[in-house]
């Protein structure tokens, strides 16, 4: 259980610690172009062209994590890690503990916990202490040209020691803190996806229930204008549950598919209008939002259902809009009709025109929400 928890501390951090290792290289690379300048030279007029080479060398090496970020986050940041340890060792031993080669051994410990796993980072902790244990023991034996003492590199040695320990303790406790943040905010969105699922599946199922005591209601009727009012009422809750039974939850954002959604309009109207679809530029398919696509499909099924000789349906996909042509509706719709209609297209700003005879198609035409 508990490495099933380290995990999945890792998988929610991860995208922020590439993030942060970008961050960290850009400034490298920025701001140490001219330390490393004045490094140099200072080194080669000193004499310490080691130290001169191990500048350079590092500054092309973080180029190339810098590069290589991306592809290989662990391999790069475990590479910078070992680039800083590297150039701080040769500091250490080529000027003393008095440069900046303590600074710079403070920070793979530093960079280890931010941006590596507890084992990579137990190993470059341990690397870093045995490297300076083993400058211990040279300086015990004057195998190092310091004019440093054993008291002030014992005295060095605590406070590196200290300030480590200090620093990774708090930076791990942040990562801990921000994990616990991330996992709280996943759960809280996968409680409210799960809710939100339920609350479409129980409206899908609501509308379903109607569509049934609509048609058992239509069965009981006597009258014909009662029993067509009844069955153009079922033909939009019909269009209405569609939307619902194309919504995509899995995503982001709930969208539908418009096509699918119209398609299946067309085979539920009595008579089964064909319907030919013109997809521009291979478009397989125009996703919507529930709320856009719900009104859409009830302004078709309002036309088709009101127009019996509507026998051809068209779908256009231009640059920002959808235009969707209804081949022989004319004007002469009831006026409860175009009522609805013209309510229902300026609910989602689309507009609609009626053709003034069967030649003419009407006219759709509605402002893409995506």
């Known amino acids: 259980m508990l490495s099933d928890w380290k995990a999945s501390v890792i998988r929610a951090l991860l995208p922020w610690q590439e993030q942060l290792l970008t961050r960290i290289l850009r400034i490298t690379l920025a701001l140490g172009l001219p330390a490393v ?15 001169a080479v191990a500048n350079i060398t590092a500054y092309i090496l973080t180029l190339i994590v810098y590069v290589l970020r991306k592809r290989f986050y662990t391999g790069a940041a475990l590479l910078l890690c070992v680039i800083v340890f590297v ?31 507890e084992r990579a980072y137990q190993g470059i902790r341990g690397v870093t202490v045995l490297a300076l244990v083993m400058v211990t023991v040279l300086l015990h034996l004057d195998r190092l040209s310091w004019s440093v003492s054993l ?15 200090a620093l990774t303790s708090a930076v791990r ?22 809710l939100l699922q339920e609350v479409h599946h129980r409206v899908r199922n609501n509308l379903q229930v109607i569509m049934s005591l609509l048609s058992l209601h239509q069965k009981q009727v006597t009258t014909e204008e009662t029993r067509t009012a009844l069955e153009i009422m079922r033909g939009r809750i019909a269009a209405m549950a569609l939307s619902y039974d194309y919504l995509d939850t899995e995503g982001p954002e709930l969208l539908v598919d418009l096509y699918s959604v119209l398609e299946e309009i067309a085979l539920e109207r009595a008579g089964n209008v064909p319907v030919a679809l013109c997809r521009d530029r291979g478009n397989d398919s125009i996703l919507l939002g529930l709320e856009q696509a719900t009104v859409i499909a009830l302004l078709v099924a309002e036309i088709l259902w009101n127009c019996p000789a509507c026998r051809e349906l068209h779908i256009e996909l231009e640059s920002r809009e959808v235009r969707i042509l209804f081949r022989s509706a004319p004007a002469e719709l009831p ?33 893409l929400s995506l």
């Open 335 to 367: 006026e409860a009709t175009r009522a609805i209609l013209s309510a229902l297209s300026g609910q989602i700003r689309g507009r609609i025109e009626l053709s003034p005879s069967p030649e003419e198609p009407a006219v759709l035409t509605v402002p």
């Open 37 to 51: 300048v004045a490094g140099v030279i200072t080194a080669v007029n000193a004499g310490a062209f080691l130290i």
């Open 151 to 165: 008291p002030l590199w014992y005295t060095l040695l605590g406070t590196y020691f200290m300030t480590v320990l």
């Open 173 to 194: 406790f942040l990562l801990v803190r921000l994990a616990l943040a991330v996992g709280a905010e996943q759960d809280l969105k996968a409680g409210k996806e799960a």
């Open 87 to 117: 150039l701080g060792a040769v500091i250490l031993l080529r000027a003393g503990p008095l440069s900046a080669a303590m600074l710079l051994l403070v920070m793979p410990p530093a960079l280890a916990v931010l941006l590596l796993e």
